[in-house]
Structure formats: C-alpha cells, structure tokens
C-alpha cells in the first residue's frame, strides 16, 4: 500500500515546465529535428530552416495551446481540466521565466 506517497504540488505541470532540463531537452530536440530535416540530400538549407519552424510551431501549437487537463492524476483535476498546458504552467502570473522562453524561442528560431 502506497500511502503518503502524494506530491505536494497541486499541479505537477508547473514543476516540468519551470525546469531547466526540460529547456535543455527542448532545444536539443530543435536541434535533432533540424538535423534529421538537413539530412535529407533534396533539402536546401533555407528550405529546412521554414520547416524546422513550421514543424516546431505546429507541434508547440498542438502540446500547448489545443490539449487541456493535465497528463498526470492530480487532486485539482477539476480546475486544470479546463486550460491548456499554456493557461496551467504560470496560473496567475502574467509572464514567468518559463513563459518568456516559450514566448522568445520561436522569435529566435
């Protein structure tokens, strides 16, 4: 039996998201994804570029704005059932250092 074992966060999205290896882990991945685009021989360089954000912004679009509740069983599963990853990771907080990242990333790529 498995008691006490709860995380004291009421919503554990605001923990990965605020992480700094889940920033590493993201920009890795931008980058094998750009890779991986560069690697195939008919692509030219500002042709992989457009993808590379185009894929990025459709995926990020997707995991951030259009998928609501939270991927973990949480106690507040009522409230953060209705917002989006973007509207739970800073709840009530205009811009935190994970939001402007997420804000400035894809200005940056």
Request: no cysteine; aromatic share 12%; hydrophobic share 50%.
């Amino acid at each position: 039996m498995n008691v006490g074992v709860a995380h004291s966060e009421v919503n554990p999205n605001t923990r990965v998201m605020n992480s700094r290896g889940i920033w590493v882990a993201y920009l890795i991945l931008v980058a094998v994804l750009h890779v991986v685009l560069l690697s195939i021989p008919f692509f030219s360089v500002p042709l992989v570029w457009t993808l590379t954000n185009i894929i990025h912004n459709l995926v990020m679009y997707l995991f951030l704005h259009t998928v609501k509740g939270t991927p973990f069983e949480t106690p507040d599963q009522g409230k953060a059932r209705l917002l989006t990853h973007w509207e739970q990771m800073d709840y009530g907080v205009q811009f935190t250092s994970s939001r402007k990242f997420l804000t400035i990333s894809p200005i940056v790529l």
